[in-house]
């Protein structure tokens, strides 16, 4: 059965072993590709990440190991994620090991609020964070969602 979380990072973007040197860094790593393929220019790109990032200043979403930076936005045709991995820590001196970063349209809160709850009750499972930690591959963190 292919989840909604399965169904978006399949058309996403999934790092394992992602490092980079910031969380805005590391939104943007996991959104850009996504969206440029979608059609949206540099300057929208950074309207979005911006967009995250203001989200983020509201209420933080990084929770222990897990970071679920979102926004909803306009000018996208559905949600848009990625996903990174990184045992050691996505970037320096953070906790986070597991970031799923995405948006939605702007009208679309109610799928978005139920993309936001599977994903955190997915990314949740110990034993499954464990295993996606271990993952050294796109295709096996995929498999295991």
Known sequence: ??????????RGTVRVDYRTVDFESA???????SLIARGLSSDRIDQIVEAVQRREE??????????LPHARVDGIPGIVAGLGINAGGIWPQADTRVMLAFVSPTDAAGEHLRFLSSAAKT????SLLSRILEAPSRADVLALL
Request: with cysteine; glycine share 10%.
């Open 123 to 126: 990314l949740r499972d110990p």
């Open 58 to 67: 509201t209420g933080s979403t990084c929770s222990g190991p897990i970071a």
């Open 1 to 10: 059965m292919t989840t909604p979380l399965l169904a978006t990072l399949e």
């Open 27 to 33: 939104v943007r790593g996991l959104l850009a590709q």
